[in-house]
T-cell receptor, first 114, second 111 residues
Framework: DAGITQSPRHKVTETGTPVTLRCHQT?????MYWYRQDPGHGLRLIHY???????DKGEVSDGYSVSRSKTEDFLLTLESATSSQTSVYFC?????????????FGQGTRLTVV | SQQGEEDPQALSIQEGENATMNCSYK?????LQWYRQNSGRGLVHLIL?????REKHSGRLRVTLDTSKKSSSLLITASRAADTASYFC???????????FGSGTRLQVQP
């Protein structure tokens, strides 16, 4: 596996609580992404980063925020978790803009909001 | 909305048979990629085909791309039980900095 670590791997939280998921890479790749995976929907992009402090929204960004203060870490925050945010979250990285290279994925974080 | 849609959603075959999965997409692309996901794991890149390519091979994998029909197919020849997984196509396009994934095909290879 590429040097990507997601933490935690599993989390159960209550509705209305804040949650932060962490993605850490050791590859020094410029691009980092957060996706969520739900049955019947495949992977949907939440937010991505194209450099330190440079982030942009994906197709399902509502209710999520991100931060990237250094190359190796990309944080995803659910400010006030809702049951609809129960999902498996994947972090991915790529060296170049996606058109020319593959993306490497972390092992995923299973989040349950009760 | 999903850029790529795979067909079929699920496929069950016997070991040794070939497996074909299709992907359709909506907008123009720079390239199309196929990924594999084993149960409970992250996605792993299989193969990339550029928009100016029509066919590409990698081991037992054969990918075709028809940009006029906005479709691609992934053929796995001589399938093995270890090929059991979900397979996703992913596309990017002009101005997009992230891959857009389809909903995937679940492949079950019976030993």
């Amino acid at each position: 596996d590429a040097g990507i670590t997601q933490s935690p791997r599993h989390k159960v939280t209550e509705t209305g609580t804040p949650v932060t998921l962490r993605c850490h890479q050791t590859e020094n790749h410029r691009y980092m992404y957060w996706y969520r995976q739900d049955p019947g929907h495949g992977l949907r992009l939440i937010h991505y980063s194209y450099g330190v402090k440079d982030t942009d929204k994906g197709e399902v960004s509502d209710g999520y925020s991100v931060s990237r203060s250094k190359t190796e870490d990309f944080l995803l925050t659910l400010e006030s978790a809702t049951s609809s945010q129960t999902s498996v979250y994947f972090c991915a990285i790529s060296a170049k803009v996606s058109s020319n290279t593959e993306a490497f994925f972390g092992q995923g974080t299973r989040l349950t909001v009760v | 909305s999903q850029q790529g849609e795979e067909d079929p959603q699920a496929l069950s075959i016997q070991e040794g048979e070939n497996a074909t999965m299709n992907c359709s997409y909506k907008t123009s692309i720079n390239n199309l990629q196929w990924y594999r996901q084993n149960s409970g794991r992250g996605l792993v890149h299989l193969i990339l085909i550029r928009s100016n390519e029509r066919e590409k091979h990698s081991g037992r994998l054969r990918v075709t791309l028809d940009t006029s029909k906005k479709s691609s197919s992934l053929l796995i020849t001589a399938s093995r039980a270890a090929d059991t997984a979900s397979y996703f196509c992913a596309t990017d396009g002009t101005g997009r900095r992230a891959l857009t994934f389809g909903s995937g095909t679940r492949l079950q290879v019976q030993p």
